[in-house]
């Protein structure tokens, strides 16, 4: 089974801490991903990786960076967190072909305080 | 940019009821489509998926969909809903984008079905 972990289940964060959101699937996937997840808007892509050290911004990267330094790890960074970031991060990883599915982790919820 | 439209923001059923949940699309060349679920307090796992073939996908726990070429739709069905399915449904659509194939996702539709 793949399997996506992702560092924390809950954080609560003070504004203006940078933050770092860690993943890391085990399954040799090369293609990862960052989601926030807010209720009636459905998940939108942060960043997505489609190999190491490789990144592509998503529909909402301002205020978040992201590192892939190697094939099983994806970090999600919020340099300077904003109450506004308060929400819930999902991380996904798939193999390259887009016919295959994504696996997910089970989520970080953020609360920015 | 393509954009994934769920009609159903919020539907409530009672057990044994049929379920057909919307899910259009706005791309025009070939697509990958999926259907996610996410039970509550779980995480997000594939219902089905189409990217060739048979237009009729059948997936797990009895839920299928219905690939339309001409209509840019990909409906989930379903004969006869559980209680166990109250859970949050989201559809996927994965395009060509610059060389990648990033998915887009619907806002998602929740689903309450009372016993």
């Known amino acids: 089974d793949v399997k996506v972990t992702q560092s924390s289940r809950y954080l609560v964060k003070r504004t203006g801490e940078k933050v770092f959101l860690e993943c890391v699937q085990d399954?040799?996937?090369?293609?990862m991903f960052w989601y926030r997840q807010d209720p009636g808007l459905g998940l939108r892509l942060i960043y997505f990786?489609?190999?190491?050290?490789?990144?592509e911004k998503g529909d909402i990267p301002e205020g978040y960076s992201v590192s892939r330094e190697k094939k099983e790890r994806f970090s999600l960074i919020l340099e300077s967190a904003s109450t506004n970031q308060t929400s819930m991060y999902l991380c996904?990883?798939?193999?390259?072909?887009?016919?295959?599915?994504?696996?997910f982790g089970p989520g970080t919820r953020l609360t920015v305080t | 940019a393509q954009s994934v439209s769920q009609h159903n923001h919020h539907v409530i059923l009672s057990e044994a009821a049929s379920l057909e949940l919307g899910c259009n699309y706005s791309?025009?060349?070939?697509?990958?489509l999926f259907w996610y679920v996410q039970y509550p307090g779980q995480h997000l796992q594939l219902l089905l998926k189409?990217?060739?073939?048979?237009?009729l996908v059948k997936g797990i726990k009895g839920f299928e969909a219905e690939f339309i070429k001409s209509k840019f739709s990909f409906n989930l069905r379903k004969p006869s809903v559980q209680w166990s399915d109250t859970a949050e449904y989201f559809c996927?659509?994965?395009?060509?984008?610059?060389?990648?194939?990033?998915?887009?996702f619907g806002r998602g539709t929740s689903l309450i079905v009372h016993p």
């Open positions: 399954m040799d996937h090369e293609n």
């Open positions: 791309y025009g060349g070939t697509v990958n």
């Open positions: 189409y990217f060739s073939g048979d237009p």
């Open positions: 990786s489609y190999d190491v050290k490789m990144k």
């Open positions: 996904a990883s798939r193999w390259r072909d887009s016919s295959y599915e994504q696996y």
């Open positions: 996927a659509v994965t395009v060509p984008s610059g060389g990648s194939y990033i998915p887009t």
